[in-house]
C-alpha cells in the first residue's frame, strides 16, 4: 500500500477545523493536523496578495486522494484552494498501518 500527505490551507482555524473534522469523522483521512499562523504570499488575479493562513497536513493512503480532493472541493471555502499531494516514500510500519486502519472509506 502507498500513502500520502496532501497539503491545504484554510482562512482561519475555525475552517480549517471543520475542514479537518469532516475528512476524519468521513474515514477519508487518518490524521489531519494544523498548522495556524502562516503567512502565504501569491499572485491572485494579476495582484500581489498577503494572507494569514492555517496550513493544513492531511495523511492517508494513496487511493484515497480522488475523495478527498473531491470533499476539500466541495467544502473549501476558497474559489482554487490548494490541494497538493506529497507522497510518503518511508514510515514507520506502526504508523503506516495505522493510516491504512483509519483512512478506510475507499
Not at 18 to 28: E, N, T
Not at 38 to 63: A, C, F, N, Q
Not at 69 to 96: A, F, M, N, Q, R
Amino acid at each position: 500500500m502507498s500513502y500520502c500527505c496532501i497539503i491545504s490551507t484554510a482562512p482561519n482555524i475555525k475552517k480549517a477545523r471543520q475542514l479537518a473534522g469532516l475528512l476524519v469523522s468521513k474515514r477519508l483521512a487518518a490524521c489531519v493536523q494544523l498548522l495556524p499562523g502562516i503567512e502565504s504570499h501569491y499572485r491572485w488575479r494579476g495582484k500581489k496578495e498577503t494572507s494569514k493562513e492555517v496550513l493544513l497536513l492531511i495523511k492517508t493512503p494513496s487511493s484515497g486522494y480522488g475523495k478527498v480532493e473531491k470533499t476539500l472541493l466541495k467544502y473549501h471555502p476558497y474559489e482554487v484552494p490548494e490541494i497538493v499531494c506529497l507522497p510518503i516514500t518511508k514510515g514507520s510500519k506502526s504508523y503506516l498501518d495505522w493510516i491504512s486502519a483509519e483512512g478506510t472509506a475507499f
